[in-house]
């Protein structure tokens, strides 16, 4: 480590060494003082005012020059402090850049690197064939009416023309609501097994001419299978005016699924029987996959059967203070699970409440 001589002669050559030594070992420790901190030490070193390497140069070598060196002592160590002052000047730029340098260095992100990947959501394929049906039944003039999940035996049966112990009651089993022994059998509570006590309700709060369509969710003790879920989805429908017909239903539910599979689809009705319709109907359309020829998806029969429907039972209407005599109407229920596997041809119901996202993933 450099220190500062005693200076015994001061002759001009004496001097020469004695100042480049001195030079050189400044430029050396300018150029070491990397960071802020080594520039520090550096800086007080050869600056600091009491005992600094400068301070020394002044007090050795000019302060002992004899009289006639003074001068050109004086001149040197001038020229030594300038230099000085330049190189702890620069030296104090590249040690606060090279601190910055690694602060940088240290706080580095690799832009490089794949990011997080945020995947955006879709609309699950069993809301999107219901947002589909539910538009094309508000442009036909139809509301939207909603209902409880949890619904009493009165507005899920019983005013719904299934008596107690009425055997069509056993083909809709479901989840009763525990420990209600104590209520009347019409209070007791239970999950829902259609969406057709919403009719009820709506009869109830509403005059008519009545138009509404209630989507929500359903359940039934039903084994899941392909096509059997024990949670589902449907879509009921019901008009109420004076002089509905039947001949309007069909006009209407073929309207509906023409909108849903395209203007080639036929509709067909055939006899079938629920409580609250008279007649009643099961609705098929013609195989959208093979238009009627016979496929996989249709069993070879050309027709798949897709809802229930009827002429609202006069019996209901005496449930909610509607006049049969006067008034006439028409309803019908359908599964959204069943409708959105016709329409993207997926074969087994489950799909849709695995959460697999390969299969959600082709609705993206
Ligand atoms: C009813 O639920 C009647 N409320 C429909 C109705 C409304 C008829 C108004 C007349 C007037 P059904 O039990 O057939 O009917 O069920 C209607 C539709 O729900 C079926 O066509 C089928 O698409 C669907 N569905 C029934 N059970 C299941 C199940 N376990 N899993 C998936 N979908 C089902």
């Known amino acids: 480590m450099y220190t500062v001589p005693k200076l015994e002669d001061f002759s001009p050559a004496s001097l020469d060494k004695a100042a480049s030594e001195l030079r050189e070992a400044l430029e ?12 520090e030490e550096f800086r007080n070193r050869w600056m600091a005012r009491k005992n600094g390497l400068l301070t020394q140069v002044n007090d050795m070598w000019l302060k002992a020059a004899p009289g006639p060196a003074k001068r050109d002592v004086g001149q040197l160590v001038n020229a030594l402090k300038k230099a000085a002052e330049v190189l702890v000047s620069d030296a104090e730029q590249l040690a606060s850049s090279s601190g910055l340098a690694a602060k940088l260095k240290s706080e580095t992100i690799d832009i490089s690197l794949p990011g997080i990947e945020r995947t955006l959501g879709v609309r699950h394929p069993v809301l999107r064939t219901l947002d589909e049906l539910i538009s094309v039944f508000v442009k036909m003039g139809y509301s939207i009416a909603e209902g409880p999940e949890v619904e009493s035996d009165y507005y899920n049966f019983e005013a719904l023309n299934f008596p107690p112990n009425h055997p069509a009651r056993d083909t809709q089993d479901t989840l009763f609501i525990a420990n209600q022994e104590r209520h009347p059998q019409r209070d007791r509570l239970l999950l829902r097994t259609h969406t057709s006590p919403v009719q009820i309700r709506t009869m109830e709060s509403q005059r008519p001419p009545v138009r509404v369509i209630c989507p929500g969710k359903v359940h039934r003790n039903d084994a899941p299978d392909a ?12 008009c109420v005016d004076t002089n509905i017909t039947f001949g309007d239903l069909k006009g209407t539910l073929d309207h509906a699924m023409k909108s849903l ?3 080639a689809v036929k509709t067909s009705f055939r006899p079938s029987f629920f409580p609250f319709t008279e007649p009643s109907v099961e609705v098929s359309i013609s195989c959208p996959f093979c238009g009627g020829k016979g496929c996989r998806p249709c069993k070879q029969s050309g027709w798949i059967e897709l809802l229930g429907a ?18 006439s109407g028409f309803a019908f229920g359908m599964g959204v699970e069943r409708l959105t596997m016709m329409s993207y041809n997926v074969d087994d119901i489950q799909q849709f409440f695995y959460g697999d996202m390969r299969f959600l993933e082709q609705f993206a």
Do not use: C, I, W
């Open 227 to 238: 096509t059997h879920s024990p949670g589902f989805h449907q879509l009921e429908g019901l």
């Open 310 to 327: 009827g002429m609202v039972d006069p019996n209901v209407f005496g449930f909610v203070n509607y006049d049969p005599k006067k008034l």
């Open 28 to 39: 050396n420790e300018a150029r070491s003082a990397l960071d802020p901190k080594a520039f």
């Open 261 to 263: 599979f395209g203007s």
